[in-house]
């Protein structure tokens, strides 16, 4: 693909990521995003085949960019759980991307959604790497030795998710960032041998 090439499909997974940010997959239009990006549907077609594979390049381009702008796979121990706060800080920046995954993340729970398979396998990936990363923690004698990486796992991405939700409800009650922070500063106390 050359260099015009992949600036109009990142242009398109841009406002295909706004579009299914304010109206959820099946509120987004094709027609709005190939109108805004100044193509006929038919053009935006022949850039991704469907609807669905749109939703699926979208968000797995919004944790490509989480992941360069973070450089949160390479992160343990400690450095990875205030790595995970410099997202969450950057996300209450950006509440459109939070609105977006929560949509989507609320949609895809029943399986005939076309993102239903991608949350399944980011959920996966995920606690994988923060388990990954707890363990790294614990070989360097960072972490204590009986620590339940996954549980740790699964409650912190639990944390995250419903700290979004509850912003994205209730912004001027709920400081997303602060309590996240808060939580992990909390967590590393507790972690420690």
Known sequence: MSRRGYARRDRILAVALQE????GYRGAS??????RVE????GLLHHFKSKELLLVAVLD????????????????GAEMLKRMV???????????LVQLFSVISGEAV????????????????????????????IATGEFRADLDTEAHADRLIAMMDGLQ?????????????????????DLIAVLRP
């Open 30 to 35: 094709l027609a709005r995003i190939a109108e």
């Open 165 to 185: 939700t509850q912003w994205l409800i209730d912004p001027e009650r709920v400081d997303m960032a602060a309590v996240f922070r808060g939580y992990v500063d």
């Open 86 to 96: 410099e997202v969450v800080e950057y996300n209450s920046r950006v509440p459109g």
């Open 110 to 137: 029943t399986g005939d959604h076309p993102g239903h398979e991608w949350a399944r396998e980011r959920y996966r990936r995920l606690r994988s790497w923060v388990g990954d990363a707890l363990r790294k923690g």
């Open 39 to 42: 193509l006929s549907q038919a």
């Open 20 to 23: 299914f940010a304010e109206n």
């Open 61 to 76: 381009y919004r944790d490509e960019v989480d992941t360069r702008r973070f450089d949160i796979e390479v992160a343990s």
